[in-house]
């Protein structure tokens, strides 16, 4: 069975490849390297000891798309290519509405045409908004702030509609938390450009002295130690939740929307001192003001996942920030090294 | 050829003119729209891809005005003709009117409307940021208030869509408040209709719906002129005066006059602004029928049926921010609302086809 990982060379896309190539799966990867590294690619190959199809496509190139479902039987489609960085979002919109929306409805017209309608999304807890309680269940209201999240949750709105169209549809849309972590190899991993966006790879910058110090956004939240609290989860843990949903999707059909978290929260200070005890490293913080748009908990009920795909998340913190640590040592420029 | 790159500026009565281009401007709103903008001295570039129109209808705008302007056979999809579009004119602003519009049809082919209405209307904005055009007047819908829990509607209610078509206008709006936040140099403004019906007054432009018409009006009309048996009403248990549903229908003449009002806001405003384009009295079908029979002296029978799902019991427009900050309202009653529609139908029992 072959497997179509749209943004198979970025941070999730590489380690959902692995997971794939592990388990058996053929897979074809398409992906624009706009934000990723052809040597995630290299990395992934070395790891599996596998080799496989790699087309440098853009999701808006229709033609280079028909290319591919004509020279290769796809199965089903993981679908993790867009755009992801939200205050960039709030400058460049149109850039994140063209590519994110009209990538996946190029991708989704085109695998109509082929008769591929098995589809796992790559959707994020961002379509949550502000939530008002926690832990979120998927029936909680959607709601987005920034036009990244719009563009997530427009997605999620017009996959609701395909199935809608055409029941024959089989599609998952997957809501991630806070993927932090790296392949234990240490061979994969997070490869931010520029300052990074997350917590983790700010604090390994800071732990590998590319970074002289955290910046911790408000630690006036109503939490235990008043900074933010997050549903961090392992990627490899993540990627694995993609496998459970390729797997579902091959026995239902229908639209779903899952939690991909662990369903713990776990505060900014937390992730500082376990990442300082696994590495024996300090990193030095300094508090500042809040971040705006920062909500102060979110936190997955991530059941739904676990009753209907037989998933739940295994790693620990711990694992999480040694699996980080890892991966920036080895790399400290990541694949630029 | 039109206002040229680098060609000399155009005067009309002493003042610059300027160059709108209009989208869709071969469709129903489009048509009446490019007859006020070329009466009121604007020069006009349509384009269509005639999805959904004829190219008879801009030969009709041509005969009435008694004006030429440019007409181009494209699709919004087509990003390079876009750009050769605005490399050949130095537009002012754009009127945004393509689009697909059946809402039955969204819900069979979502992705076709995804496709036409989303990416049709980023191509063009991103076209319109290179060459530097940041004046746009957008057509959206009243569907965005999804269903209202009061009437009259105005501009501050809750925002929601229940089907495929009024999901495209929804996110078209939010797609243009963030660009507008993005790049504070945009002009905005986003007209959200009511129920456009009527025709203008000359009978030679006017509705031309394909197959079975999935609005009240052109019901009427083909059911007035034969094509049809009788008119199927939607339920005559609402809780309204006389139990069947109220919309506020507006003349498609009115409708275009608020386009220009627009432009000439956009002109002077940054921002993004958003407008009903409505009467403010919502009328029942019943309404509707009698109003045209009586106008046109025809019968048109009818049979009450289920309500149909969706469909809500009354919907009509607060006008009053239209008014206020574009100087705009409705002048045309319900009775040149009928008597237009048939004008129209009958000169044109095929329409453009006939």
Same mark, same amino acid.
């Given at each position: 069975?072959?497997?179509?990982?749209?943004?198979?060379?970025?941070?999730?896309?590489?380690?959902?490849?692995?997971?794939?190539?592990?388990?058996?799966?053929?897979?074809?990867?398409?992906?624009?390297?706009?934000?990723?590294?052809?040597?995630?690619?290299?990395?992934?190959?070395?790891?599996?000891?596998?080799?496989?199809?790699?087309?440098?496509?853009?999701?808006?190139?229709?033609?280079?798309?028909?290319?591919?479902?004509?020279?290769?039987?796809?199965?089903?489609?993981?679908?993790?290519?867009?755009?992801?960085?939200?205050?960039?979002?709030?400058?460049?919109?149109?850039?994140?509405?063209?590519?994110?929306?009209?990538?996946?409805?190029?991708?989704?017209?085109?695998?109509?045409?082929?008769?591929?309608?098995?589809?796992?999304?790559?959707?994020?807890?961002?379509?949550?908004?502000?939530?008002?309680?926690?832990?979120?269940?998927?029936?909680?209201?959607?709601?987005?702030?920034?036009?990244?999240?719009?563009?997530?949750?427009?997605?999620?709105?017009?996959?609701?509609?395909?199935?809608?169209?055409?029941?024959?549809?089989?599609?998952?849309?997957?809501?991630?938390?806070?993927?932090?972590?790296?392949?234990?190899?240490?061979?994969?991993?997070?490869?931010?450009?520029?300052?990074?966006?997350?917590?983790?790879?700010?604090?390994?910058?800071?732990?590998?002295?590319?970074?002289?110090?955290?910046?911790?956004?408000?630690?006036?939240?109503?939490?235990?130690?008043?900074?933010?609290?997050?549903?961090?989860?392992?990627?490899?843990?993540?990627?694995?939740?993609?496998?459970?949903?390729?797997?579902?999707?091959?026995?239902?059909?229908?639209?779903?929307?899952?939690?991909?978290?662990?369903?713990?929260?776990?505060?900014?200070?937390?992730?500082?001192?376990?990442?300082?005890?696994?590495?024996?490293?300090?990193?030095?913080?300094?508090?500042?003001?809040?971040?705006?748009?920062?909500?102060?908990?979110?936190?997955?009920?991530?059941?739904?996942?676990?009753?209907?795909?037989?998933?739940?998340?295994?790693?620990?913190?711990?694992?999480?920030?040694?699996?980080?640590?890892?991966?920036?040592?080895?790399?400290?420029?990541?694949?630029?090294? | 050829?039109?206002?040229?790159?680098?060609?000399?500026?155009?005067?009309?009565?002493?003042?610059?003119?300027?160059?709108?281009?209009?989208?869709?401007?071969?469709?129903?709103?489009?048509?009446?729209?490019?007859?006020?903008?070329?009466?009121?001295?604007?020069?006009?570039?349509?384009?269509?891809?005639?999805?959904?129109?004829?190219?008879?209808?801009?030969?009709?705008?041509?005969?009435?005005?008694?004006?030429?302007?440019?007409?181009?056979?494209?699709?919004?999809?087509?990003?390079?003709?876009?750009?050769?579009?605005?490399?050949?004119?130095?537009?002012?602003?754009?009127?945004?009117?393509?689009?697909?519009?059946?809402?039955?049809?969204?819900?069979?082919?979502?992705?076709?409307?995804?496709?036409?209405?989303?990416?049709?209307?980023?191509?063009?904005?991103?076209?319109?940021?290179?060459?530097?055009?940041?004046?746009?007047?957008?057509?959206?819908?009243?569907?965005?208030?999804?269903?209202?829990?009061?009437?009259?509607?105005?501009?501050?209610?809750?925002?929601?869509?229940?089907?495929?078509?009024?999901?495209?206008?929804?996110?078209?709006?939010?797609?243009?408040?963030?660009?507008? @936040?993005? =790049?504070?140099?945009?002009?905005?403004?986003?007209?959200? &209709?009511? %129920? +456009?019906?009527? $025709?203008? /007054?000359?009978?030679?432009?006017?509705?031309?719906?394909?197959?079975?018409?999935?609005?009240?009006?052109?019901?009427?009309?083909?059911?007035?002129?034969?094509?049809?048996?009788?008119?199927?009403?939607?339920?005559?248990?609402?809780?309204?005066?006389?139990?069947?549903?109220?919309?506020?229908?507006?003349?498609?003449?009115?409708?275009?006059?608020?386009?220009?009002?627009?432009?000439?806001?956009?002109?002077?405003?940054?921002?993004?602004?958003?407008?009903?384009?409505?009467?403010?009295?919502?009328?029942?079908?019943?309404?509707?029928?009698?109003?045209?029979?009586?106008?046109?002296?025809?019968?048109?029978?009818?049979? @009450?049926? =289920?309500?149909?799902?969706?469909?809500?019991?009354?919907? &009509?427009? %607060? +006008?009053?921010? $239209?008014? /206020?900050?574009?100087?705009?309202?409705?002048?045309?009653?319900?009775?040149?609302?009928?008597?237009?529609?048939?004008?129209?139908?009958?000169?044109?029992?095929?329409?453009?086809?006939?």
């Amino acid at each position: 069975m072959t497997i179509l990982v749209t943004g198979g060379a970025g941070y999730i896309g590489s380690h959902a490849a692995v997971e794939l190539l592990e388990n058996g799966y053929n897979i074809v990867v398409l992906d624009n390297l706009s934000n990723s590294n052809m040597e995630s690619i290299n990395r992934v190959k070395e790891l599996t000891g596998k080799d496989f199809p790699f087309y440098t496509d853009d999701l808006l190139d229709r033609e280079a798309l028909d290319n591919l479902f004509k020279k290769h039987d796809i199965e089903a489609v993981m679908h993790f290519a867009g755009l992801k960085a939200v205050g960039e979002s709030v400058e460049i919109p149109l850039k994140y509405y063209h590519n994110n929306l009209t990538g996946t409805i190029n991708l989704c017209e085109v695998m109509a045409k082929y008769n591929v309608k098995k589809l796992v999304f790559s959707s994020s807890a961002t379509v949550y908004g502000l939530p008002e309680s926690n832990p979120i269940d998927e029936s909680f209201p959607l709601s987005a702030t920034n036009p990244y999240g719009r563009t997530k949750l427009m997605i999620e709105e017009i996959l609701q509609d395909v199935y809608v169209s055409d029941n024959s549809w089989r599609i998952a849309l997957l809501r991630y938390f806070n993927p932090v972590g790296a392949h234990e190899s240490g061979r994969i991993g997070e490869h931010p450009n520029g300052i990074p966006n997350n917590l983790t790879p700010y604090i390994t910058q800071v732990a590998v002295g590319k970074r002289e110090k955290l910046a911790v956004f408000g630690n006036d939240y109503e939490t235990a130690d008043g900074t933010g609290v997050r549903d961090y989860i392992h990627v490899t843990d993540l990627v694995k939740g993609h496998l459970k949903a390729l797997e579902y999707l091959e026995k239902n059909e229908g639209v779903e929307t899952f939690n991909l978290g662990t369903g713990t929260g776990y505060s900014v200070l937390d992730l500082v001192n376990t990442f300082s005890d696994v590495t024996n490293r300090e990193i030095p913080y300094e508090v500042v003001g809040r971040r705006a748009g920062d909500i102060g908990v979110c936190y997955a009920n991530p059941e739904k996942a676990e009753k209907m795909l037989g998933w739940r998340a295994e790693k620990t913190l711990t694992d999480m920030c040694r699996d980080s640590w890892k991966w920036q040592s080895d790399n400290p420029n990541g694949y630029e090294s | 050829m039109l206002n040229q790159k680098n060609g000399p500026f155009f005067y009309y009565k002493g003042v610059v003119i300027m160059t709108i281009l209009v989208t869709g401007g071969a469709g129903y709103i489009g048509s009446h729209a490019v007859v006020e903008l070329l009466k009121n001295g604007y020069e006009v570039v349509v384009l269509d891809n005639f999805a959904n129109s004829q190219m008879e209808t801009i030969n009709r705008v041509k005969e009435i005005t008694g004006r030429d302007f440019s007409f181009h056979s494209c699709d919004l999809l087509d990003q390079d003709g876009l750009d050769n579009l605005f490399k050949t004119y130095n537009f002012d602003a754009v009127i945004h009117l393509a689009g697909l519009k059946a809402v039955g049809e969204s819900v069979s082919i979502p992705l076709k409307y995804y496709q036409s209405n989303l990416t049709g209307t980023i191509n063009l904005c991103e076209v319109m940021a290179r060459h530097n055009v940041k004046k746009l007047v957008f057509s959206s819908s009243a569907t965005v208030y999804g269903l209202p829990e009061t009437n009259p509607i105005d501009e501050s209610f809750p925002l929601s869509v229940t089907n495929p078509y009024g999901r495209t206008k929804l996110m078209v709006e939010e797609m243009l408040q963030d660009l507008y @936040v993005s =790049d504070n140099s945009w002009h905005i403004v986003m007209l959200r &209709y009511f %129920n +456009p019906i009527g $025709a203008h /007054k000359s009978g030679r432009i006017g509705e031309n719906p394909n197959g079975i018409p999935n609005n009240l009006m052109p019901y009427i009309t083909q059911v007035a002129i034969g094509k049809r048996d009788k008119l199927s009403v939607f339920g005559d248990d609402y809780e309204t005066e006389d139990g069947t549903g109220v919309r506020d229908y507006i003349h498609i003449t009115d409708l275009a006059k608020g386009h220009v009002k627009a432009l000439q806001y956009v002109e002077k405003n940054a921002g993004v602004e958003t407008f009903n384009l409505g009467t403010g009295t919502g009328y029942s079908v019943f309404d509707l029928v009698n109003t045209f029979s009586e106008v046109n002296n025809v019968a048109i029978p009818y049979e @009450v049926i =289920d309500r149909r799902p969706g469909d809500i019991a009354v919907c &009509y427009a %607060n +006008p009053e921010k $239209a008014e /206020k900050l574009l100087g705009w309202r409705t002048e045309k009653s319900l009775a040149e609302m009928c008597r237009d529609s048939w004008k129209w139908q009958s000169y044109n029992p095929n329409g453009y086809t006939g």
